[in-house]
């Protein structure tokens, strides 16, 4: 019986200096799925937060449901349904498209929640020293009621980036190269795991970071609010 050999199973040189070019094309891929994403993600649910605080009944309506609805869908699915379906009707996305359009809808939904819990955070003090000074809505918000929002904020939204950063993944699914996609492929390739092994190095290596910045913002944020 041959015996198991670990490092030449899981830790293959040779296997991974050949993947290597593959998995630098899917890691391109995966951080251009996910700035695209998390900027566009960000942008709109901004928007939405806002239209969710202040806008008419019915606006208000419309974009609770949009949010309680793209929370709720499972991802994975909701590519699928883009992917797949919308030929049916004429609109035909490529990979890439389909996941960023699913990824920025998703994305969008959690960070209009996150800018709203963020807002209503803020005392009414502020709203009502704003309005006393004469302050449009528009400066009341761009310069007092935001800045502070974003600051309280920002420990939730880093780790919805950081979420949106691995989800890119499920975009293997349709076919879309990115560093899961590509590591699959180099390892059905070589018949080898190490491609696998080192796309989840590049993961880690990429994420921790933010992770660890992450903790270190929630620290330094509940040591001011105790001072």
Wanted: charged share 10%.
């Amino acid at each position: 019986m041959e015996r198991f050999d670990f490092v030449s199973t899981f830790l293959n040189q040779d296997v991974f200096l050949q993947a290597w070019p593959m998995l630098i094309d899917g890691l391109i891929t995966t951080i251009q799925l996910g700035a695209l994403s998390i900027v566009a993600g960000l942008v709109i649910g901004l928007f939405l937060s806002l239209i969710r605080l202040y806008a008419h009944n019915a606006l208000k309506l419309i974009v609770k449901i949009y949010i309680n609805v793209f929370r709720s869908i499972p991802l994975l699915v909701f590519l699928i349904i883009i992917f797949y379906a919308l030929p049916f009707i004429g609109l035909s996305l490529s990979p890439f498209a389909a996941a960023a359009v699913a990824l920025t809808i998703v994305s969008s939904a959690y960070t209009a929640e996150i800018f709203r819990a963020g807002i209503e955070a803020i005392p009414k003090g502020q709203f009502e020293a704003s309005l006393a000074l004469g302050l449009s809505y528009k400066d009341m918000m761009k310069e007092v009621i935001l800045p502070q929002a974003i600051k309280i904020v920002i420990p939730p939204l880093t780790n919805n980036c950081i979420n949106v950063v691995k989800d890119t993944a499920l975009a293997s699914v349709v076919a879309m190269p990115d560093l899961l996609k590509q590591a699959t492929q180099a390892q059905a390739i070589a018949a080898n795991p190490t491609p696998l092994i080192a796309a989840a190095v590049i993961y880690l290596a990429f994420l921790l970071p933010l992770v660890l910045w992450v903790s270190g913002l929630e620290k330094k944020f509940k040591a001011g609010n105790k001072s």
